[in-house]
């Protein structure tokens, strides 16, 4: 054999041990690049989709709370109260404090805990 033929032979012999290894070098590379590519995808996606349950969950609230309206407005009309009766039933009036009794950290805070009790606002009256 010439040493042509067995450096020709010893090249064939590495490059069949090396390529193996190279390929998996380049494969572990390769696929952080595709993790790190498809990563900002994911989490685009991801907030995407929790975006469209938060609007779903959003409407689905807004559409318990109108019939809860409604079905409180038909009990309403089916008792035969007086308009005004109904009316205000509907629209309760507000927690209103003076501006003086709004200073007054714990008398506010039990108002305050009074109104979201009664599902109505907290108002401070402008003069009084």
Do not use: C, W
Request: net charge negative; proline share 4%; glycine share 6%.
């Amino acid at each position: 054999m010439s040493d042509d033929d067995k450096n020709s032979e010893m090249m064939d012999k590495f490059i069949a041990s090396a390529t193996p290894k190279l390929l998996e070098a380049m494969q572990e590379q390769i696929g952080k690049m595709v993790e790190d590519q498809i990563g900002g995808l994911k989490e685009a996606s991801q907030k995407m989709l929790d975006e469209i349950k938060d609007h779903k969950r959003e409407r689905d609230e807004a559409a318990a709370a109108q019939k809860a309206g409604f079905d409180q407005l038909k009990t309403l009309l089916e008792r035969g109260d007086e308009p005004r009766a109904v009316h205000d039933a509907l629209n309760p009036e507000p927690v209103v404090l003076t501006r003086e009794q709004a200073r007054d950290p714990a008398l506010y805070r039990r108002a305050k805990a009074a109104a979201e009790q009664q599902g109505v606002a907290l108002k401070i009256a402008a003069d009084g």
